[in-house]
C-alpha cells in the first residue's frame, strides 16, 4: 500500500513590488533590446546574468507623482489592475532604468522629450548623481531642471510573480519603452557592470550565455513579435487586460524547475506543492503512484502514444476513513500495470468501472476484478469497430446513479455519450472534480469516430457538464486541468468553429472527404488527416441530421 498522501496549505504570499522597462530601438538587423548585467554578489540567483533594468519599488517613489506628465495614478492603477498607486511602478521603472542604465524617460520645460544635449555639459552626469540619493535627489533635481518625468511613454507589458518556495520573492511589472532619442546608454558600474545593445533575435539566441532569467525570455519572444520597436510598445498599450504569470516551482527529470501556466503539469503542481518545495513532478511517469487528494490516487499505465498522450490514468478514489475504494478506468490488460494497480491500491475495491470500452481503457477490469472479488461496471459499446469486444460488465449503472465508498465520499456517474455510445464520467461531488475518460482529454480534443461516436451527442454531453459545480478536471491521459467552465467553453467553441468550417467548405457540387479534410484541417499536419477525416464524417452527419449538409454517396458530400 503506498504511503498515505500529505497536504498542505499555501502560506501568504510574501513578495516584494518591482518594475522593470525593455528599452527597444530599431537597428539594422531588426529591433534591439538594451541589456545591462548585473554585479556578482552574494546571495544573489541572478548575478552576471544580462537583465532589463529595473529594480523594487521604493516608498519615495509616491513622491515623484506630481513629476509625472500624460498619466495619472488613477489610469495607472487601472491599466496594473490595483486599487491605487499604480503610478509607483511606473515611477520605479523609470528611475531605475536611469541609475541602471543612464536613459532618463521624461520631458523637458517644453514638452519635448528629453534629449542630453538640452541639460547642458554633465547634464546627464548631475541628473545621475542626484539619483542616487534615491527618489528624492532625482525629484529635486528634475524640479530645478524643469523636466517631467513621461511614464506614459512606458506600455505595459507583463507581470509576474516569482514561484513560491524561493528565499526572495518579487511581484513585478514589466514596461516596454522606445529608447529616449539623443541619449546614450551608460551602465552604473555598480548594480549594474556592462550593457549590450543587442538584436531581439540574436539575444534569445544566445539566452543561455547571457544568462537571461526566464521572464526575460518571455517578454523577448513576445517583443520579437512585432516589426519595429514603437510597434511593440503600441501592441502594449492595446492590451485590455495583462493577466498574472506566476510559475511554480515542479520536479522534472533534471531537478527541480519553474513550470508555466501554459504546461499541461501548470494546474497540478500548484495544488500538490503550493509551498514550492519542488515535491510535486511536472512529468507523469507510467507506474508511479500520485496522490491528488486524500480521495485520490492516480497510476498511469505504460502506454504512451499519439492517441494516448504520456498513458492511460487509472485513479483510486474513495474515502480513506472508510479505507473502500472504486478504481476508475483499469486500462489496458499489460501485465506490468495491472501488477502495479494491485501493489499500490490504497485499500479494499468495492468495484472496478470503465468510463468507455476503448480498448486503452477497459482490458484489464476483468483480471482486477476477479483477483479483488468485486463486480466491474460500465455500459456495453453501442457498435463492435475499436471496441473491448471481451468487456463483460456485472452491472451497467444507470445515468445519475450515485456510489458511496464511505461516507465521507459521493460519486455521481453521468452519461455522457459522444465519444463513444456508452461513455460515463464520474463526478466526485466532495472535491467537485470529474473523471472525464476520454469526453476532455489535456491539451487536445477528441476524435469522434462514427458510427459510436456522435458529434451531436457529444456536444450536448458537454453543454450538460457545463452546468456541474466543477473545480477539477481529470481526464483519461494527462494531470489535473483547473477551471473546468472555461477548458468546456474552449471546447464547445472549437467544435462550432470546426462546423462552421464545413458548412463554408461545402457547396453544389459534391467534394470527397479526402478533398473538405485538407480544408476543414487545414491547421493540422498532412499525417493526421486520417485521424481529422473521421471527426469530420462526424460533423457532417450532425449537419445532415440538422438538415444542412447532403450526402451524395460515393461522390462525396455537398451543402443541402
Not at 487509472?314 to 499489460?334: H, K
Not at 458510427?451 to 456541474?468: I, K, V
Request: net charge negative; aromatic share 4%.
Amino acid at each position: 500500500m503506498p504511503s498515505e498522501p500529505v497536504f498542505e496549505a499555501a502560506a501568504p504570499a510574501v513578495s516584494r513590488l518591482a518594475a522593470t522597462v525593455a528599452v527597444l530601438r530599431d537597428g539594422p538587423q531588426g529591433t534591439e533590446v538594451l541589456l545591462v548585467r548585473r554585479a556578482e554578489r552574494a546571495g544573489d540567483r541572478h548575478a552576471g546574468a544580462f537583465v532589463f533594468p529595473g529594480g523594487t519599488v521604493e516608498p519615495g517613489d509616491r513622491a515623484l507623482h506630481g513629476l509625472c506628465d500624460g498619466l495619472d495614478d488613477a489610469e495607472a492603477s487601472r491599466r496594473l489592475g490595483v486599487p491605487g498607486h499604480g503610478l509607483d511602478a511606473y515611477v520605479a521603472a523609470i528611475r531605475e532604468c536611469f541609475e541602471e542604465a543612464g536613459l532618463l524617460i521624461a520631458r523637458d520645460a517644453d514638452g519635448r522629450l528629453l534629449q542630453a544635449e538640452a541639460l547642458g555639459p554633465d547634464g546627464l552626469g548631475a541628473l545621475r548623481r542626484a539619483a542616487a540619493q534615491g527618489a528624492q535627489g532625482l525629484a529635486a533635481a528634475c524640479r530645478r531642471l524643469g523636466l517631467r518625468l513621461a511614464p506614459d511613454r512606458l506600455g505595459y507589458q507583463a507581470h509576474w510573480l516569482t514561484p513560491t518556495g524561493l528565499p526572495k520573492r518579487f511581484d513585478t511589472r514589466f514596461f516596454v519603452t522606445v529608447a529616449p532619442p539623443g541619449q546614450s546608454a551608460l551602465h552604473d558600474d555598480g548594480e549594474t557592470v556592462a550593457h549590450r545593445w543587442m538584436p531581439i533575435a540574436q539575444a534569445l539566441r544566445e539566452a543561455e550565455a547571457l544568462q537571461l532569467a526566464n521572464p526575460t525570455r518571455h517578454t523577448l519572444r513576445a517583443l520579437a513579435r512585432w516589426p519595429d520597436a514603437q510597434a511593440a510598445v503600441d501592441a502594449a498599450h492595446a492590451q485590455p487586460r495583462v493577466a498574472l504569470i506566476q510559475p511554480f516551482i515542479g520536479l522534472d527529470d533534471g531537478g527541480p524547475r519553474p513550470v508555466m501556466p501554459h504546461e499541461p503539469a501548470y494546474a497540478e503542481v500548484a495544488r500538490l506543492d503550493p509551498l514550492g518545495r519542488g515535491t510535486a513532478s511536472a512529468r507523469i511517469r507510467p507506474g508511479e503512484p500520485v496522490w491528488l487528494s486524500p480521495r485520490i490516487l492516480r497510476l498511469t499505465a505504460p502506454n504512451p502514444g499519439l492517441m494516448t498522450g504520456p498513458g492511460t490514468n487509472s485513479y483510486f478514489v474513495g474515502d480513506p476513513g472508510a479505507n473502500r475504494w472504486l478504481l476508475v478506468d483499469p486500462g489496458p490488460a499489460d501485465p506490468a500495470h495491472v501488477e502495479a494497480l494491485q501493489r499500490h491500491a490504497p485499500g479494499p475495491l468495492i468495484a472496478v468501472l470503465a468510463t468507455h470500452t476503448h480498448r486503452d481503457h477497459s482490458p484489464a477490469a476483468a483480471a482486477i476484478a476477479r483477483a479483488a472479488g468485486v463486480p466491474v461496471l460500465g455500459r456495453r459499446p453501442g457498435h463492435p469497430d475499436g471496441q473491448d469486444i471481451d468487456f463483460a460488465p456485472d452491472r451497467e449503472p444507470a445515468d445519475g446513479e450515485r456510489l458511496r465508498p464511505g461516507p465521507g465520499t459521493t460519486l455521481v456517474l453521468r452519461h455522457t455519450p459522444g465519444h463513444a455510445s456508452n461513455h460515463l464520467c464520474v463526478l466526485l461531488e466532495e472535491e467537485r472534480t470529474l473523471f472525464t475518460g476520454d469526453h476532455v482529454m489535456q491539451g487536445s480534443t477528441v476524435v469522434i469516430n462514427p458510427p459510436d461516436g456522435d458529434m451531436a451527442a457529444y456536444l450536448a454531453s458537454l453543454q450538460a457538464l457545463r452546468q456541474e459545480p466543477l473545480d477539477w478536471l481529470a481526464p483519461g491521459h494527462g494531470f489535473l486541468i483547473g477551471r473546468p467552465a472555461e477548458v468546456i467553453d474552449a471546447l464547445i467553441g472549437h467544435r462550432l468553429r470546426r462546423e462552421a468550417k464545413v458548412l463554408a467548405a461545402l457547396g453544389p457540387l459534391p467534394q470527397p472527404l479526402a478533398g473538405l479534410v485538407a480544408q476543414v484541417y487545414d491547421d493540422v499536419p498532412a499525417d493526421r488527416y486520417g485521424l481529422a477525416q473521421r471527426s469530420l464524417l462526424a460533423h457532417l452527419l450532425k449537419l445532415q441530421s440538422e438538415g444542412r449538409a447532403l450526402d451524395a454517396g460515393t461522390v462525396g458530400w455537398r451543402v443541402a
